[in-house]
């Protein structure tokens, strides 16, 4: 989870990719918009295939983080 950073006065404290201003949920919403990982990679050359898996990594924690504390 290195690649994914928090930092408060960039793109209003969301998860973004490696301090740059990508968020998780850009990512997110270009993957379920149809977008490929080719496409993104395409559009974003600061980005890396392993980036993309982090925010996907991330995303699938998130979910189940909060299935766990629904559980609870």
Do not use: W
Request: proline residues 4%.
């Amino acid at each position: 989870m290195q690649r994914i950073t928090l930092e408060p006065g960039k793109r209003g404290g969301r998860p973004c990719i490696r301090g740059l201003r990508i968020s998780v949920y850009d990512i997110l919403t270009m993957l379920s918009n149809g977008d490929t990982q080719a496409s993104i990679l395409e559009d974003f050359p600061e980005l890396e295939a392993q980036d993309i898996h982090a925010v996907l990594s991330y995303a699938a924690d998130r979910e189940r983080r909060t299935y766990v504390m629904a559980e609870a």
